[in-house]
């Protein structure tokens, strides 16, 4: 038992902190860090590909203005960040305007600070089955009920959305908001099809929720046609963009390590959001906003995320290729246009959980599928990156977790046939050996 088992100060803490756990992936940390693992298993961008050369420009430009680099800035962000971000909104075809532009610590506290206005203990929340985990734990702590809708790879099924709702409103519980990873999924690499996404629009107009659209990988695609956010179709709807609250962020973009993102919505929803986050740091940080703007002003920002892409799509590749080549026919996967991810499916007796320590002591990891479901399902699941490991170590990660998943797979046929084998050599007293199996049969 370890010493947090027996945390003498159990009795102080808040109940919220119930239903707090730590996510799968920070938890992997320590063990990713051994040298020899190839790491499946982060949602990390290549930062390589960044280069020294410009990572010392940006910051040579900050260094002009290192006062206000160094010094606290407005809760809601500098002015000149909003700018950047508005045109990068703009990029994925998506208005937006300064003013509905709110600086976040990361695109996670954006979640945490959208279930803090939100979620009293026990509302609802509407999510994708799986869902990021990152999410599960932000709204965790105002202790909501999470209802995961059934996917398939067109995205959330509207149906089981509505279906859900309406079991859920009868229990007299009250739904707050629809949330979404619509473009290449954390954790299954899946897009929302378009007409999806018109009707969870609906959806959310009939039953007044927010949509809460969470936007990481949106700029990632390196296959197939970019298609709409929902902020946009609201927008083109002419119904007023005041129902989805919009979240992007730099990390996958720019670089994680800057730890900034935002929040576009409405004035009122901003406006609780910003009492919200001065209570948490007060403001995010005025060197990151001032590293990005040097950077998106001054550098061709949309030549770096092309080749992120196609380094991503090289690696996705290459992931499809060796899972094709080395796992048995009864695992399956999907099959992303851009993003970080595949998700694998395992056969249902296979616990992915118990099979990681084995499959990290022949030095491959990958994320357990049940850390995406708020409920324990997904055992039999995994989440896959390819974003982040070269592609030969892909490859060889890929050879290395067939093997693991082979050998769980033989061991439950050899406890089957052993299970047979002693069933069939036992009879009840009395009972000839030839009535188990009468002739003919």
Known sequence: MSIIDL???????????????????????????????????????????????????IYYNVAADSAQALQYGPTGGLEGIKDVIVDVMEAENTGARQEDTFITTGAQQGLDLVGKVFLDEGDAVLCE????????????????RIIHVPMDRAGMIPVAAREALKSIRKRGIHVKFIYTVPNFQNPTGVTL???????????????????LEDNPYGMLRFEGEALPTIASLEQESGAGADRVVYLGTFSKIFAPGVRLGWVHAQPGILHKINIGKQGADICSSNLSQMLIYSYFRHADWRSYVRRLMMINKERRDTMLDALAEYMPNEVHWTHPEGGLFIWATLPSYL???AMLPRAVAKNVAYVPGEGFYSGGAGKNC??????????ESIRRGIELLSEVIRERMELRGDLERGVRSATLGKRPTGTPAASIHPQGQ
């Not at 940390?29 to 020899?36: C, E, F, H, I, K």
């Not at 995994?382 to 592609?391: D, T």
């Open 129 to 144: 089955g799986p869902t990021y985990a990152g999410a599960l734990n932000a709204f965790a702590a105002y202790r909501p």
């Open 382 to 391: 995994m989440r896959l990156n390819f974003s982040f490991v070269e592609p």
């Open 351 to 353: 616990d992915a959980t």
């Open 7 to 57: 945390d003498r100060f159990d009795f102080l803490y808040a109940n919220r902190v119930k239903g707090m756990k730590s996510a799968a992936t920070r938890d992997l940390m320590a063990t990713l860090s051994r040298p020899g693992i190839i790491s499946l298993a982060g949602g990390f961008p290549d930062t390589r590909a960044f280069g020294e050369e410009a990572f010392r420009e």
């Open 193 to 211: 099809a378009v007409e999806r996404r018109y009707e969870l629009l609906e959806i959310a107009h009939e039953h007044d929720l927010i949509i």
